[in-house]
């Protein structure tokens, strides 16, 4: 399906391809696993695991366990420190991916080969062909909120940096993002620039240069493209001075980016004066963005998950421009393109590509689950066996394994994801939660999604006085007895007692899951604690995981810190401003 890129992409080529490879994905999925199993055939995992050559489906499923990121470290481990045998693959491995290391405190090492490349800029090229067929581009420019991070030599010379890292770095990169008609407006020295702050600066300023050729607003999350025009705001005087000048603000001092910031930016009065304009008469920011940039056709970046929190606050920059989330992936790889860009992000599907790797599905609606026959038993589970990609049925709820060209095999991506439907035979898949993201004191178990809901039904309390929510994340304290759930808020303004406390008990009866209803009734698990934090304190998370190497465009809050993740919940406990517990159970 890889075409050769000449100038541009021919979307109705590019639809056309993908429509004849959805008509049969079963028989393209035994295809992909054969092609995966015969490359890697003498790599030292699927020796392990007997597979002896055997490439079929049954024989792969029967030998070859399903794994976590744990089970396989220490092969990823001797890969890093400089193993070049057929450790997990058989070409070697020559590019580490780092997870963002929001989930879990520190980042994962995920193999990274020019096999994900490919993968990706396939995904790419299908989201493009459908988009533009709704939305067409000319021949503009894309303003990217795009942040490379710093590539690290592992022990063993391999290059190490966050996948969107990788991929922006890849020689590939630019002709191909010129192709499907996004070519960044910022050069490279922006992108890949040792301080953030300044890197955000500017993609502004170059935006606001190139203001009437840019088409399209993207970053790789909906929380970059937020901060990025919350930046804005704060700066917006000072970069119209730039502009009016032709200077550069003293705030940027990295020598690379200023030389070459000097080659893109040059005195324009009267651009400066147009947009000082256009932004003295907004209301409240509102419509910030199509004022800035007249053409701009819609906002693009992944907007589901962890994401969606942002979405009220993007609205209100972007006004009627339509918001589109970018398609569905990992660190790990790629799973779905966005083939149904017309769909607000609150209802993206993705649609499964069957060959760029073997997908399985364990069902969540199907797991047997005996309550406790008494105080002192668990939950009883018996997890169901996984099924194809064709097997999946419309409205199940499954957890997504994957079977990747870079050395993954049977890997739980840890996905919750719902199947709403089918593009020809493959699945289009809405994405739920993370399954293992759990608030959980004893048997309660509450993940992002209850977490989310639960701060929806108290925010609008907020909104009620005029308050905004900035931003959130949770805590399962199992120190205080009995344990409780601690729920930190960011606000915009300042909000009563009275206010707190409606939200606080809210927040506390929104949780309905019932092992945490039953264990708050007979006070096994105490009040839920809201805690209010200082003005920034979510700055200073993103600051603590730039430090430690993620790129922002690649950041998501964690929406549950836990006690292993010490430094991030340090920020949050050293900055709380004030405090109220729950009394919604008496």
Request: with cysteine; glycine share 6%; aromatic share 10%.
């Amino acid at each position: 399906m890889l075409e050769k890129i000449k100038d541009q992409v021919n979307p109705e080529k590019v639809i056309e391809e993908f429509e004849a490879v959805t008509k049969d994905a079963g028989r393209v999925q035994k295809e992909t696993l054969r092609k995966i199993l015969e490359e890697n055939s003498d790599a030292e995992y699927l020796l392990k695991h007997g597979l002896d050559g055997r490439t079929d489906p049954e024989s792969f499923k029967s030998c070859v366990p399903l794994v976590t990121h744990k089970d396989l470290e220490s092969y990823i481990q001797r890969i890093a420190d400089g193993d070049t045998s057929q450790v997990l693959t058989g070409k070697p491995i020559t590019t580490i991916s780092l997870s963002s290391g929001t989930t879990q405190g520190k980042p994962k090492f995920v193999p990274f080969n020019d096999e994900l490349m490919d993968n990706t800029m396939q995904i790419y090229r299908t989201s493009f062909a459908y988009r533009n067929r709704e939305f067409p581009l000319g021949n503009g420019k894309a303003l990217q909120f795009v942040y490379g991070s710093k590539q690290i030599l592992t022990k063993g010379g391999l290059a190490a940096g966050t996948a969107t890292t990788n991929v922006f770095r890849h020689p590939r990169f630019k002709k191909d993002m010129k192709a499907i008609r996004s070519q960044c407006c910022s050069p490279d020295e922006v992108i890949f620039g040792p301080d953030f702050h300044q890197s955000s600066y500017c993609h502004l300023l170059c935006g606001l240069m190139y203001r009437e050729e840019v088409q399209l607003v993207s970053s790789t999350f909906a929380h970059s493209i937020v901060h990025a025009f919350e930046t804005f705001v704060q700066y917006w005087e000072e970069l119209c001075a730039n502009i009016r000048d032709g200077s550069l603000s003293s705030r940027i001092t990295d020598p690379s980016i200023r030389s070459a910031m000097s080659k893109i930016i040059h005195p324009d009065p009267v651009k400066a004066d147009l947009i000082y304009n256009r932004c003295s008469n907004l209301s409240n920011w509102y419509r910030l963005i199509p004022a800035l940039f007249p053409n701009a056709k819609y906002i693009l970046g992944i907007m589901t998950g962890s994401m969606l929190p942002y979405l009220k606050k993007l609205r209100h920059y972007a006004g009627e421009l339509p918001l589109m989330s970018a398609d569905y992936g990992a660190s790990e790889g790629w799973i779905g393109a966005n083939v149904n860009p017309k769909l607000p992000p609150e209802l993206a599907t993705f649609a499964v590509l069957p060959d760029i790797g073997y997908f399985e599905f364990i069902p969540l609606n199907k797991s047997i689950e005996e309550q406790e026959q008494d105080d002192e038993s668990d939950f009883l589970r018996i997890e169901p066996k996984p099924v194809g990609l064709t097997e999946v049925k419309v409205g199940e709820e499954y957890e997504i394994i994957v079977t990747n060209f870079a050395g993954l095999y049977r890997y739980r991506l840890g996905d919750v994801v719902k199947v709403t439907g089918f593009h020809n035979s493959t699945p289009e898949l809405q994405f739920i939660c993370r399954r293992n993201l759990l608030l959980t004191v004893n048997i309660d178990k509450n993940t992002e999604k209850d977490l989310q809901l639960s701060v929806e039904a108290a925010q609008r309390l907020l909104a009620d006085e005029k308050l905004e929510l900035v931003d959130f994340t949770s805590h399962a304290d199992l120190v205080s007895e009995p344990g409780h759930y601690v729920i930190f808020w960011e606000i915009n303004g300042e909000a009563s007692e009275e206010v707190l406390n409606e939200c606080c008990n809210c927040l506390d009866q929104s949780f309905v899951d019932a092992g945490y209803v039953s264990s708050r009734k007979v006070k096994a698990i105490g009040p839920l604690e809201l805690r209010v934090l200082k003005r920034g304190t979510f700055q200073k998370i993103l600051d603590h995981y730039v430090s430690m190497g993620a790129a922002v465009s690649q950041f998501k809050t964690p929406r549950c810190v836990g006690a292993k993740n010490s430094q991030v919940l340090q920020i949050l406990c050293s900055n709380v401003d004030r405090k109220c517990f729950s009394t919604a159970f008496g």
